[in-house]
């Protein structure tokens, strides 16, 4: 398909990816979450082999069958993102040709190692992202990491990847408001046909406040119909059915992502999951662990407090 800025803008949902006891992976429980997070009325694109479905823990074969299968399930009105996670230049352009043929839509681009230490506040991310577009031809978007991390891109360099005709959306998750709506402002001002997708998962109704075209995250895969009611409300300028959708989220968000650490977030999600009856079991690949029982217990005392057991 031929894709706009447009055609990203809505929900997304960052699919999260079941596995075996063994470890395998579950294909009848990955078939059960899409199924439950990936309807069109409440979402209009879908993620892969990003942070929440483990992309790092995957085979490259497994990657590529995660984009097939998930190809074949959704809609084919529902554009399809797939993550590329590189080493370097060199491994970039391997990986997106190779999800391209798997049938992805979209390549999603996280900071290669090399931008780690401060190097993504300078243009190399920009040259980067430049010569791969020419190189690929393909719909791009921009992973944005937290700034602390950092391999956050600054405002200047944001706005210099969203006039690439190809950057078609930024994944916007620099973890603190401030560099949220500064990033919104700087890619604004351009002019550039770039959605900006909301993914600071701590404030999902602030980002949406300041303005957004759209919501990425994790969390659709366990809440859809929570997170499209924000969105919905938020594209209605309705602030009192955005507050009443935010209410009914806290408490998830909460039990989510508050606990240390939370690069534990997704295996929560999939605790719900599993509550939920959705999935039968919970547990990550390695490095990842298993929740403790405390945690899961926070997350159905949230899943009851909104609804949704």
Known sequence: MTLTAKDLRGMTVA?????????????AGYEA???????????????????????????????????????????KNQPLLAGVVPTGYP????????????GADVAVIFPPEALGG???????????????????????????????????????????????PEVLAIKEGSALMQNYEANLRA???????CA??????????AQCAVG??????????????????????SEANDLVAMRAASDRLYPIIMAIYGPAPVVDMHTRMKDGLK??????????????????????????AALKQAGLL
């Open 196 to 205: 900006i997708l909301a993914s600071n998962f701590m404030w999902f109704h």
């Open 15 to 27: 699919t999260v990816l079941p596995f075996h006891e063994d470890g395998s992976i579950d294909w």
């Open 91 to 102: 491994d970039a352009v391997r990986q997106v040709d190779a999800l391209r043929e798997a």
């Open 33 to 75: 979450v899409l199924d439950h997070c990936a309807q069109p009325a409440t979402t209009d694109c879908v993620f892969v082999n990003g942070h929440a479905g483990e992309a790092t823990a995957l085979t490259d074969s497994e990657k590529f069958e995660v984009i097939r299968r998930t190809k074949a399930q959704i809609s």
């Open 275 to 300: 509550l939920m009856g959705i999935i039968k079991n919970s547990a990550p690949r390695l490095p990842l662990l298993p929740q403790n029982p405390a945690i899961v217990s926070g997350v159905e």
């Open 212 to 233: 957004a075209d759209g919501i990425l995250s994790g969390l659709t895969s366990l809440c859809p119909q929570l997170l499209s009611d924000l969105w919905k409300a």
């Open 118 to 164: 401060g190097n993504a506040n300078t243009r190399a991310g920009a040259l980067f992202m430049e010569k791969l577009a020419r190189e690929v031809q393909m719909p791009l978007s921009v992973f944005q990491f937290p700034i602390g991390s950092g391999f956050g891109f600054s405002s200047q360099v944001l706005a210099e990847m969203a006039q690439i």
């Open 187 to 193: 890619v604004a001002a351009t002019g550039a046909d």
